[in-house]
């Protein structure tokens, strides 16, 4: 059984590293990552975003299944990563050293 | 850099120069004994935000905050009545704390740990074992209040025991334009949370002036900055003393991200469904004496309140403000992706406030330097010195002298 919806099982590959639980365990793994495992998430989300929110949205937050969380959960760790990507760029690197002293307490997705 | 700007006022004006152009003296920005006037003559004395009503939503509904400036741990409640109330965490028969192991629950009554004593929502004792032993009444034996209030959704406390204002005085003219924001009407909210090395007033003027944004926001500050106003500089300024007010400017050739287009154009459908729009309110930047700071963006409607804990050393708490639970993967997306960018925005800034800290530390300076457009940070030292300069006129009147 596939862990995300068909139409986005070319993904698959993305689910363990980036299909995490929570607000601030998104955060902190986005501060974790490689540059090349930032870039691998962006590269191949970044087409889908619109497509796959569309999607979840067809379906609703309260009938999803686990491979349709295990896609927001990577919508939500894009969600940190394109901020690497699209604003920080070679920045990331000094600002990750800074961004674990505000620590996220509470988000409607769960903290 | 081009030091002019298309949009931005030239010189200073009459209400900005009558607040003077000397140096500020620094040593009220890392003494302890200056720190220690400004609890007793302000932060005792003055309503601070102490979280939103969207925290007490229920009858029973409480919530624990610390404010280490007074020692103090509170316990604010939603009674039965509706009413919300603040009180000290503190069991009048010793003095042990009632709650010490939650910030935030629901309770029908709240019970020390120690021996029991057990209190209503409303503060008063409900039973004690073994109460006949003691040489008490129980009307005398209630949870010691605070004086709280309520405005734009926001909770204050006064922890002097009659407040010389009420609430709605103190913000005068700044409430009706809280009421316009999304936050009034707010009922969840992201939060994070950060403790710096520097003093209250070091961390909180470095989000009351724009000169920095270009240089330490550099990246992520494309929105606030442009070759119109290369420094970001508010539209104008607005004194309703001891509080203050920017009108932001934005930089209208900003070119957003996709992904920023996709989050920010759902929370702005979001936002006109709920009824919000642009209005004087949600344009206004609101600094709040002595230390909230309140914008009712549409996008990222947001507070930030700066809690000092010693001379050196103080609290941040920023939340972003929603109305509505998370109704679509569109929205959850978006308030993930708003959160987000607004912390690594704040991110940004916290190195050079330690490091303006520790250079203020050295004693090295007499005095520090405010320009045209650092007017708030001027504003707000003047309000503080007035109030420190008459606690310690009072005090050397009746006992003999301050802190010092």
């Known amino acids: 059984m596939s862990n995300l919806p068909e139409p986005f099982s070319d993904l698959e590959s993305l689910v363990p590293l980036w299909a995490i639980e929570g607000s601030a365990a998104r955060a902190a793994k986005r501060d974790s990552s490689s540059a090349n495992e930032r870039q691998e998430l962006f590269t191949a989300l970044h087409p889908r975003l619109s497509e796959a929110l569309e999607y979840l949205d067809q379906i609703g937050l309260p009938s999803f299944t686990n491979a349709d969380q295990n896609l927001m959960n990577l919508l939500l760790s894009y969600a940190h990563v394109s901020l690497a990507v699209e604003v920080q760029g070679e920045d990331e690197a000094k600002l990750a050293i800074w961004r674990p002293k505000m620590q996220l307490t509470r988000t409607p997705a769960g903290a | ?78 009674g039965t009545d509706d009413c919300i109330r603040a009180f000290h965490n503190v069991c009048p028969h010793r003095g042990t704390q009632l709650i010490s192991d939650t910030r935030e629950g629901r309770a029908g009554t709240f019970s020390c740990p120690y021996h029991r004593w057990t209190f209503n929502h409303d503060g008063s004792l409900r039973a004690a074992p073994d109460f006949q032993r003691f040489y008490l009444d129980k009307s005398q034996c209630g949870l010691t209040e605070v004086a709280t209030d309520q405005a734009a959704g926001m909770l204050y406390v006064n922890l002097d025991k009659k407040p010389q204002q009420s609430l709605a005085d103190f913000l005068g003219a700044l409430a009706p334009l809280m009421e316009e924001t999304i936050i009034a009407k707010a009922d969840n909210f992201s939060e994070y949370v950060y403790e710096i090395d520097a003093n209250w007033k070091v961390t909180y003027d470095n989000f009351q002036e724009n000169y920095h944004l270009t240089f330490v926001h550099p990246r992520s500050g494309g929105a606030t900055s442009g070759t119109d106003n290369p420094f970001g500089y508010p539209l104008a300024y607005g004194f309703q003393d001891p509080h203050r007010t920017q009108t932001i400017w934005t930089n209208s050739e900003y070119q957003p991200s996709n992904t920023m287009m996709t989050a920010f154009s759902s929370l702005g459908r979001k936002a006109a469904q709920t009824g919000f729009m642009d209005t004087t309110g949600t344009k206004q930047y609101f600094a709040v004496f002595p230390s909230l700071f309140m914008f009712g963006s549409l996008m990222q409607p947001f507070t930030h309140q700066v809690y000092p804990i010693s001379a050196t050393r103080s609290r941040g708490v920023i939340r972003i403000y929603w109305i509505g639970k998370d109704d679509s993967a569109s929205i959850r997306f978006a308030r993930e992706y708003a959160m987000a960018s607004a912390r690594d925005i704040h991110s940004e800034d916290f190195s050079i406030i330690e490091a303006g800290q520790r250079g203020l530390n050295s004693g090295a300076l007499s005095h520090i330097h405010y320009q045209q457009q650092e007017v708030l940070c001027r504003h707000l030292f003047e309000q503080v010195r007035q109030r420190v300069d008459a606690y310690r006129n009072q005090l050397i009147a009746t006992d003999g002298g301050p802190h010092s």
Not at chain 2, 16 to 42: H, K, M, N, R, S
Not at chain 2, 55 to 68: A, F, H, N
Request: with cysteine.
């Open chain 2, 1 to 78: 850099m081009n030091q002019s700007s298309s949009v931005i006022p030239e010189k200073a004006s009459a209400e900005e120069l009558a607040l003077g152009t000397d140096p500020i003296p620094a040593g009220p920005y890392f003494q302890e004994a200056w720190f220690l006037d400004e609890v007793e003559a302000i932060f005792k004395k003055t309503w601070i935000n102490i979280g939103h009503r969207c925290e007490l939503p229920e009858k029973g509904s409480y919530i624990v905050r610390e404010l280490e400036f007074a020692n103090a741990s509170l316990l604010i409640v939603r």
